[in-house]
């Protein structure tokens, strides 16, 4: 048991980890495209400097938005699928989130806790 739940954090450090590692990279890849394009900036503002690094600055500025939307979609899936495995296994042991008694609508419309006593109807 005790090695079960070891294996469940490892595995879900490992996620997280993965997780803040591709944020890292992204951010990392940011600063390197910003200080990339200050120099090539540099270059471009010499007088006898020509159009090939503006060609360059699009072509790295299409492969980072690229690379933030892959980050974007990657994190999307997993949220995705975090949620469609929360709501299996609630399935799986016969919860449903809105079968839970735990709030309910008031006569007054307010929100209160637990069920009605029918018995204070009486």
């Known amino acids: ?36 394009v200050s120099a090539i900036q540099t270059v471009l503002s ?7 690094p503006l060609v360059m600055i699009l072509i790295w500025g299409t492969v ?12 999307a899936q997993e949220r995705a699928l975090q949620r469609e495995i ?9 919860e449903k989130r809105k079968n839970h008694p735990e709030l309910r609508l008031a006569e007054d419309g307010e929100l209160v806790e637990g069920y009605e006593d029918s018995s204070r109807n009486s």
Not at 64 to 75: C, D, I, Q, R
Request: net charge negative; proline share 2%.
């Open 64 to 75: 980072f938005v690229l690379h933030g939307l892959h980050l974007l979609f990657y994190e």
């Open 1 to 36: 048991m005790v090695s079960d739940n070891q294996e469940i954090y490892t595995d879900i450090e490992k996620q997280i980890e993965l997780r803040f590692r591709r944020r890292r990279n992204f951010a990392f890849h940011a600063v390197l495209f910003m200080a990339g």
């Open 46 to 52: 010499w007088p006898d400097g020509d159009g090939t």
């Open 86 to 94: 929360e709501r299996e296994r609630d399935w799986l042991h016969g």
